[in-house]
């Protein structure tokens, strides 16, 4: 189909290990948002994309946390440095336009684990 | 600050029932609202939005809510079936300039066959 797609769909990896997960959002979508869902609880914001450019990324929780996004397109979310508290569904959605103009279309999530 | 929130966590139904889920919002300045469902292992999924010069919506099966004068948003669901089973969120954001959506905690809706 033509949804949201992340990548991967799980991933675990040791404490201290770098990860990079990866969005590919519906093609025309120039809105593209990061999420963080901790097992059983709501949606925790991380950043928000309009084209290339973040224009809020006040979510991210620390310097460890940071995202790119290129060619309108795709977008990486990077943890350096994991540690167990990252542990977590990773969600990414995007928009046609901005957030009031139309609703998010979700990915089903990258599940990170860190032992 | 402010802040998006359910009344009630869980929330059984006898299926074929009707279902009300309710959201209370506090940010006046929100005027774009959205209904989510999210079943076990998957992403949020729109359901119904609706914008602040409305009162009411309706969708298949599902109709939304909205008391600008109490800040209070529903989503009803006629004819609850099992496979509505999931949690549900209502978000708000603001269409005047950049807000970032909020999402409310969720309700779980649990469907009795």
């Known amino acids: 189909g033509a949804g949201v797609s992340q990548s991967p769909s799980n991933k675990v990896t040791e404490k201290g290990k770098d990860v990079e997960l990866r969005c590919d959002p519906i093609s025309g979508h120039t809105a593209l948002y990061w999420y963080r869902q901790s097992l059983g609880q709501g949606l925790e914001f991380l950043i928000y994309f309009q084209g290339n450019s973040a224009p809020d990324k006040s979510g991210l929780p620390s310097d460890r946390f940071s995202a790119e996004r290129t060619g309108g397109s795709v977008s990486t979310l990077t943890i350096q440095r994991t540690q167990q508290e990252d542990s977590a569904v990773y969600l990414c959605?995007?928009?046609?336009?901005?957030?009031?103009?139309?609703?998010?279309?979700f990915g089903d999530g990258t599940r990170l684990s860190i032992l | 600050g402010e802040s998006v929130g359910l009344h009630l966590p869980t929330l059984s139904v006898q299926e074929g029932d009707n279902s009300i889920i309710n959201c209370a919002y506090s940010?006046?300045?929100?005027?774009?609202f959205i209904w989510y469902k999210q079943e076990s292992g998957k992403g949020p999924q729109f359901i119904i939005d609706?914008?602040?010069?409305?009162d009411k919506r309706q969708g298949q099966r599902v109709t939304v809510l909205l008391n600008k004068t109490v800040k209070h948003l529903s989503l009803q669901i006629a004819a609850t079936q099992p496979g509505d089973s999931a949690v549900y969120f209502c978000?708000?954001?603001?269409?005047?300039?950049?807000?970032?959506?909020?999402f409310g905690t969720g309700t779980k809706l649990q469907v009795i066959p």
């Open positions: 609706i914008r602040s010069n409305m």
């Open positions: 940010n006046s300045a929100s005027d774009y």
């Open positions: 959605a995007s928009s046609l336009d901005s957030p009031g103009v139309g609703p998010q279309h």
């Open positions: 978000a708000e954001a603001d269409s005047g300039g950049y807000q970032k959506v909020t």
